[in-house]
């Protein structure tokens, strides 16, 4: 599928060696600078269709601090539209405006604020103000939550065949990735069954109840390879939800986790994210590094850096 050309790639597998055990990691936060971690790879192909539909603004949703819109939003000026986000946390405009989110202001995104129980409703708010939108002749493309589509995880399909050609896939146990909305483990899990490569995806659980998200990425990976007519069948048994390392809730990370990005930071000059990686790292090491169980697991770092700006008093406290 034709695309948009937005990431760095290939983006380097890098061998770790932290607490005197050696892993690997895939380097996603170095797809860019303003255009950094997973969500390019994804907008690459759905900016793609927005502008072969002639589409004068982008909308999408998400948290104040989220990656997926202001990497929408960046890459959305570079490709000559307008964005509207609908965003989660408070219902009005924060004065504190940092992060992520002052980069969505800063490229000029203009922000709908919606409180938690009106986020739950957001598609439909997305829908109909694409309805007020268009009676003023301006086309809208909408992107749900994420940019968790069949047309989004297009990317991280094609991120398998770059792994193959940095590494003997047949050889890796696994590929560790936090799960959000889904899209990423979903392309991973899809792209490895297209390479017929019988490697576990484990997904990191930040936001979704356990049977929600591995739902979301089960059907999400099986419409992709319906809607692209690729003859295969997901096995559901190659996708392992690693639950309750975000139940102090998405938008918050407790102090065993920031003590563990610290110690993390300081020995490999990586710093990881407080509503991704950080939990993903922190589940990483529970279930491998620990237990010696790393099978040649890999770690996917998929980016998340201007959350922590958001986060500099827990992240300096630590």
Known sequence: MKKILLANLPTPLQQINFDNKKFLIKRDDLTGVELSGNKVRKLEYILYQAKKEKSDYIFTCGGDQSNHARATVIAASKAGMKTKLFLWGWGTEKSNQDGNLFLCKYFGA??????????????QI????????????????????????????????????????????????GILTAAGTGGTSAGILAGLAAAKINAKVFAV???YPNEIIKEKI??????????????????????????GYSMEGY?????????????????SGILLDPAYTGKAFYAFRENFLNNNKNHKVIFLHSGGIFGVFNKRREYLSS
């Open 251 to 267: 938008k918050n990370i407790s102090n065993d986790k920031l003590k563990l990005i610290k110690k993390f930071a300081h020995h």
């Open 126 to 173: 997305m829908f109909d103000e694409k309805k007020k939108f268009e009676r003023r002749k301006l086309s809208v493309y909408v992107i749900p939550e994420g940019g968790s589509t069949v047309i989004g995880i297009n990317g991280y399909f094609e991120f398998v065949n770059e792994l193959k050609s940095q590494i003997n896939l047949k050889r890796v146990g």
């Open 218 to 243: 089960l059907l999400l990976a099986e419409a992709f390879c319906r809607e692209n007519k690729i003859g295969l069948n997901i096995n559901s048994d190659n996708l392992i939800i690693l639950d």
């Open 205 to 207: 659980n930040v936001l």
């Open 110 to 123: 203009e922000i709908h604020y919606l409180s938690y129980s009106e986020y739950q409703h957001v598609n």
